[in-house]
């Protein structure tokens, strides 16, 4: 009997992808891993479905006297609130910032990361067959669905600046209306910290993307490696909704 391996045990678990075909390409079932291009696209599907990611900024040189003495260029990296509302800048991540929030004072004027990770939909309880519904006294184990590991699930970091969306604190301009509306859909919660609010000093801005690093999972089925910004901006709403990521119920015909 072949041995099982650690490998072995993973590889069934692994990336499932589905990316919009070349309709002019000659058609193969052969895989192959997915390009930087590829690769793209499926990093644009994740931000559009993730609402949290990691930021990383890095302490800047005078900072508040209520920070620990030394603390300067030391980095930070907390969670945040994320979505991709932008209409005029769609491949840009939006962000409310605070003004309290110490990953946005150290990010003016500086660079910062984002790092997202591709969570699946929760897995379905496990089931057992009809027949052993029947039988009380079965003693048939129930199928586990399957299960997909960390280590092979897409996640990358975005680098670049934040800047300020031009409109979006404004409800009643075109711009902040489709930015407020689409932000409070992803965050309802954040209703309460919207431009103008009692509590805290906001603006939304967007982190304005210069170099993205994408790790697609196992290195023999996904891609890892640096995308090319251009790849990353011109990638296509229908793109975007035509591709799966590993857990998502593939497209009508599709072969996830």
């Known amino acids: 009997m072949k041995p ?8 069934p678990l ?11 390409a000659p058609s193969t079932n052969a895989f192959k891993i997915p390009t930087a291009r590829e690769s793209a696209i499926l990093a644009r599907r994740i931000l559009t479905l993730t609402p949290l ?26 969670m945040e609130y994320i979505s991709a509302c932008d209409p005029l800048a769609p491949s840009n991540p939006t962000l409310l910032s605070l003004n309290i929030s110490s990953t946005f004072r ?3 004027n500086a660079n910062l990361s984002l790092a997202i990770t591709w969570t699946p939909p929760p897995l379905p309880p496990p089931s057992r067959s009809f027949l052993s519904h029947l039988n009380p006294f079965s003693s048939e ?3 586990q669905p399957q299960s997909y590991s960390a280590a092979a699930l897409p996640r990358y970091s975005l680098m670049g600046y ?16 489709l930015v407020q509306t689409c932000y409070t859909n992803t965050h309802p919660d954040a209703k309460y910290w919207l431009p103008g609010n009692r509590i805290h000093e906001s603006h939304f801005v967007r982190l304005v993307v210069t170099e993205i690093y994408w790790v697609g999972g196992f290195g023999d089925r996904a891609y890892i490696g640096w995308i090319d910004a251009k790849d990353w901006e011109s990638v296509t709403e229908k793109e975007i909704e035509g591709a799966r990521l590993p ?3 593939p497209l009508e015909g599709g072969d996830l």
């Open 141 to 143: 184990p129930p199928v």
């Open 162 to 177: 934040l800047e300020p969306i031009p409109g979006a604190d404004d409800p009643k301009s075109d711009v902040g209306k």
């Open 53 to 78: 990611g990691t930021i990383s900024t890095i302490f800047p040189s005078t900072t508040s006297s209520r920070n620990p003495p030394g603390i300067e260029g030391k980095p930070h990296a907390l």
């Open 14 to 24: 692994t990336s499932a992808y589905s990316i919009p075909k070349d309709s002019t």
């Open 247 to 249: 857990g998502e119920k």
């Open 106 to 108: 150290n990010a003016a």
């Open 4 to 11: 099982t391996t650690l490998l072995s045990t993973l590889l």
